[in-house]
Nanobody, 123 residues
């Protein structure tokens, strides 16, 4: 299984971007997640979605601004980001896990990672 993230770019504060993560190969994960890592900071959880059922989870910092969704047939996961802030600037990664809900925010629980896509929000 390979994950390919795309859609990053440069946007002004208050703007929007939509990230995509394409899953190739036979996907057997339970959750798909988005993480981000800003320069000099640890990788942090952004959002996750249960592949079957579509239940969604968000970090408090993005709740109400970001929306995660998936297209099971196309094996795509999206992260719609609205109301972007300069502090959202980071490399965004998609990842998959067979973990449980309580561990979704822990990047160590994710076994497959995409290559990352850079999101830059200017003030």
């Amino acid at each position: 299984v390979q994950l390919q993230a795309s859609g990053g770019g440069l946007v002004q504060a208050g703007g929007s971007l939509s990230l995509s993560c394409a899953v190739s190969g036979r996907f057997s994960g339970t959750f798909m997640g988005w993480f981000r890592q800003a320069p000099g900071k640890e990788r942090e959880f952004v959002s996750a979605i249960r592949w079957n059922g579509g239940f969604t989870y968000y970090a408090d910092s993005v709740k109400g601004r970001f929306t995660i969704s998936r297209d099971s047939a196309k094996k795509l996961v999206y992260l719609q980001m609205n109301g972007l802030k300069p502090e959202d600037t980071a490399v965004y990664y998609c990842a998959s896990t067979n973990g449980v809900t309580s561990s979704l925010r822990d990047p160590a629980m994710y076994t497959r990672w995409g290559q990352g896509t850079l999101v830059t929000v200017s003030s």
